[in-house]
């Protein structure tokens, strides 16, 4: 068994890439600074020493002069200071079976077992990763129950990395659905009941004032994208605390799988300030601080640590996702902090996008342009005001007409009835822009009548909402009404697919945010597509991380959009979609994630210079691949 074990003072290296490390000579009253002596692959005693020099990686120099990477201090401390001793070792043998990040199971080779000390400890046959992706499948679809095959594929990604991306990049269609919405929901809430290993950084109440440190826990240190959560509105699901975990680790995966970003790079992050889930709160086996949720100073005091040690500990270009914020602070944190960081909120933004999107596809089958449109929304949080904004954006842009006169053609009904002008002084601030000049009417059965809109959005979080009256009244003064239920999971949808093609007798264009199957109505089979973020936030986040972004623009979420409108086929549309399918993505994520970056180009906001010539190929060549290594 192999040790390179050493004490080391690492600064911008990532820990799980081994490094022969040289300790340089000590400056006056200073500790020690180790750096990395080769780049490529070196050899040294029995050990495989990998190194992969990374534009990240710190110059040594800047490290010892005490500059603004040496962000523990390490490098200035004195000999009275405490400092973390980092240590780094190469795995082998049987630790290297279990390293998820280098573990290959079956599939090491002759040589690989002999040079890695392996012999023994697996059986004597070699798989390749194709045959084990085939045996995975197999197994998983044994599984009847969704919430089993979770946790199978939670186990894969703990134990071999390259074998789960593998196995979630070629059957990304049959396996989205499981490791993301509808099951993902379920398992956040039974996550205290299912939990194995931890995954993912825990920031809570505990942490305050020590939440640099708690960083410096995360064995990576070249962080590109943070999932962000306080799982107070987990999907449709509402407050699940602690247990919304399970939603950054997600979408951080479809990061990878879907959008090419190194898993090291990603970092899922929840924020625990106590639940108001009473359930939660007396389920013995919540894993989450047991107190209602802190509120007002405490908690804007708590993310603000956050948000001021994830630069710190990162620099000015980690993409910071919030993700399932309940809306009463989504739109103050998104505010408050897309002046100072690299923010995006997938629920505000990454939704509108793929919506807008959905839509400008949707008009090549129905016609029009966005101004000759009426949209209703039932729902006026987050994903309502975000889609309604973007959508107004647009249409301004494309008619050069002031936004607030393009917002006229956007309705929205609440908990309360419709939005407008009589209830503007108790409207809450995001919501005010749409308080039109109309009489009230009480629900959404009723705004249907009077609005008769042509693309009718269901937002609410609340399923069955779109009934048949509903359905019915939108396909009355409708030749082909577009019906669009984005909430999550399946349960919170507002109609199901076979109630929007029924009740509209095959004319409805209608996209769900949780996956439908193919329906059959007389004959004619519609397979809906999914208005799910999934399809704009990996491709988003993969441009503004190559172009070096500092920050994310309006423009670069409507790049985004008809980046992925343009991408839906004749074909697509012949089935019923307005999405491409997702068995494409990786392309799709390589098309947005250019333009996005070109967009960040074009306004001056990327960092990364010169600009690559042709950003597709750029993107694509940037996109991790799951194929196993050799180990020499
Ligand atoms: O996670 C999803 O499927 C889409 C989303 O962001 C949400 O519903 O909050
Ligand atoms: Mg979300």
């Known amino acids: 068994m192999l040790s390179l074990s050493r004490t080391a003072f690492l600064e911008g290296v990532d820990q799980r890439r081994f490094c022969r490390a040289q300790r340089a000579p000590a400056a006056k009253g200073k500790a020690g600074v180790v750096r990395c002596v080769a780049a490529g692959e070196r050899k040294t005693r029995n050990a495989e020493i990998l190194i992969e020099k990374s534009a990240d990686m710190v110059d040594p120099k800047s490290a010892v002069s005490g500059g603004v990477k040496d962000v523990y201090g390490e490098d200035r401390a004195t000999e009275e200071h405490h400092i973390t001793p980092w240590s780094l070792s190469v795995a082998s043998g049987y630790s290297l079976l279990r390293d998820p990040h280098h573990n290959k199971g079956l599939a090491f080779t002759e040589k690989e077992r002999d040079a890695h000390y392996l012999r023994g400890l697996l059986p004597p046959t070699c798989l390749s990763q194709e045959l084990q992706v085939k045996k995975l499948m197999h197994n998983l679809r044994q599984y009847q129950v969704p919430l089993q095959r979770y946790m199978a594929l939670m186990d894969l990604q703990e134990s071999n990395e390259r074998l789960f991306y593998k196995l979630l990049i070629d059957n990304v269609e049959e396996l989205l659905p499981v490791v993301y919405t509808p099951t993902v929901g379920e398992a956040c809430q039974k996550y205290g009941s299912i939990f194995r290993r931890p995954q993912g950084l825990y920031i809570s109440l505990k942490e305050k004032g020590k939440i ?184 301004s842009k494309q008619t050069s007409t002031p936004i607030a006169e393009c917002r006229k053609r956007i309705w929205l009904v609440d908990s309360k009835g419709l939005i407008v002008k009589a209830r503007f002084e108790t409207l809450q601030h995001f919501k005010k822009p749409w308080a039109h000049e109309r009489e009230f009417v009480r629900d959404i059965s009723e705004a249907v009548k009077v609005i008769k809109p042509t693309v009718l959005i269901g937002s609410s979080g609340v399923g069955r909402t779109f009934t048949k009256e509903v359905v019915e009244t939108m396909a009355s003064f409708n030749e082909k009404p577009i019906i669009l239920a984005l909430s999550n999971p399946t349960s919170q949808s507002e109609c199901t697919a076979e109630e929007a093609y029924t009740w509209t007798k095959g004319r409805a264009i209608f996209a769900s ?104 190929k750029y993107a694509e060549s940037c996109m991790y691949s799951p194929i196993y290594r050799q180990y020499r």
């Not at 708590?302 to 994830?310: C, G, H, I, K, S």
């Not at 972004?549 to 012949?574: C, G, K, P």
């Open 513 to 616: 945010g949780s996956p439908f199957n193919p329906v059959e109505y007389e004959g004619k089979s519609f397979t809906p597509g999914q208005a799910n973020n999934a399809y704009i936030f990996p491709g988003f986040g993969l441009g503004l991380i190559m172009s070096g972004a500092i920050r994310v623009h309006d423009d670069m979420l409507l790049a985004a959009s008809e980046a992925l409108a343009s991408q839906v086929t004749q074909e697509n549309f012949e089935k019923g979609s307005i999405y491409p399918p997702f068995k494409n993505i990786r392309k799709i994520s390589a098309q947005i994630a250019a333009d996005v970056a070109a967009k960040a180009y074009e306004l001056g906001l990327a960092s990364h210079l010169p600009r690559p010539q042709n950003l597709v």
């Open 212 to 395: 640099l440190e708690v960083m410096k826990n995360w064995p990576e240190k070249a962080i590109q994208v943070i999932v962000v959560t306080d799982g107070e509105r987990i999907l449709g699901l509402g407050d699940l605390g602690s247990q919304g975990m399970g939603i950054p680790v997600g979408k951080l995966s479809l990061y990878t799988a879907l959008g090419g970003l190194r898993p090291s790079a990603c970092l899922p992050v929840t924020i625990d300030v106590g639940t108001n889930n009473e359930k939660l709160l007396k389920d013995e086996f919540y894993i989450g601080l047991r107190q209602k949720r802190a509120s007002g100073q405490e908690y804007a005091e708590l993310m603000e640590e956050f948000m001021r040690a994830v630069k710190q500990n990162y620099g000015e270009k980690v993409l910071i996702q919030f993700e399932d914020f309940a809306n009463h602070n989504a739109f103050s944190l998104l505010e408050k902090y897309s002046k100072t960081h690299l923010v995006f909120n997938d629920d505000i933004q990454g939704t509108a996008s793929v919506v807008l999107a959905g839509v400008v596809a949707a008009l090549k089958v129905v016609g029009g342009k966005l101004t000759d449109h009426t949209f209703l929304f039932l729902g006026a949080g987050e994903a309502g005001t975000g889609i309604a904004e973007l959508i107004a954006l647009e249409m």
